[in-house]
C-alpha cells in the first residue's frame, strides 16, 4: 500500500493550503484515514481523521474551526484544508491508513501505512 502526500508548501499567517493523499496497491480496507505532524524538535502529533463509511471526522484543539478533512471514497483520497494558518502550523504533515476497527485514532500507533510526509511552512 503506497500514500502519496502532496499540497504542502509556504504560506503567509492567515493564509491557505489544501493537502491530499491517495492511497494505492494491492486490496486493502481503509476503516479511517488521518493526518498527523510534527516540527522540529517535537513528537509526531495528531491532527484529524476521517472514518471511511461514515464519514465520522475528529480533530485535535488547536486545529479545530480552521481545518476540514474529507475524502473521496471511491478515489481512496483524503484530503486536509487548511484555512487561517498559523505559524505553529508549521510542520511535516502525515497522512496514515488505519485498515481496521480503532477508538484510538487519535493515537499515531494505531495506523498501518503511512505517507512520505510533505512540509508545510507558515512565515509570520
Known amino acids: 500500500v503506497q500514500l502519496q502526500a502532496s499540497g504542502g508548501g509556504l504560506v503567509q499567517a492567515g493564509g491557505s493550503l489544501s493537502l491530499s493523499c491517495a492511497a494505492s496497491?494491492?486490496?486493502?480496507?481503509?476503516?479511517?484515514m488521518g493526518w498527523f505532524r510534527q516540527a522540529p524538535g517535537r513528537e509526531r502529533e495528531f491532527v484529524s481523521a476521517?472514518?471511511?463509511?461514515?464519514?465520522?471526522?475528529f480533530y485535535t484543539d488547536s486545529v479545530k474551526g480552521r481545518f476540514t478533512i474529507s475524502r473521496n471514497y471511491a478515489g481512496n483520497t483524503v484530503y486536509l484544508q487548511m484555512n487561517s494558518l498559523k505559524p505553529e502550523d508549521t510542520a511535516v504533515y502525515y497522512c496514515?491508513?488505519?485498515?481496521?476497527?480503532?477508538?484510538?485514532?487519535?493515537?499515531?500507533?494505531?495506523?498501518?501505512?503511512w505517507g512520505q510526509g510533505t512540509l508545510v511552512t507558515v512565515s509570520s
Open positions: 496497491g494491492r486490496s486493502f480496507s481503509t476503516y479511517a
Open positions: 476521517i472514518t471511511w463509511t461514515v464519514g465520522y471526522t
Open positions: 496514515a491508513v488505519e485498515t481496521s476497527y480503532s477508538n484510538s485514532l487519535f493515537n499515531a500507533s494505531t495506523y498501518d501505512y
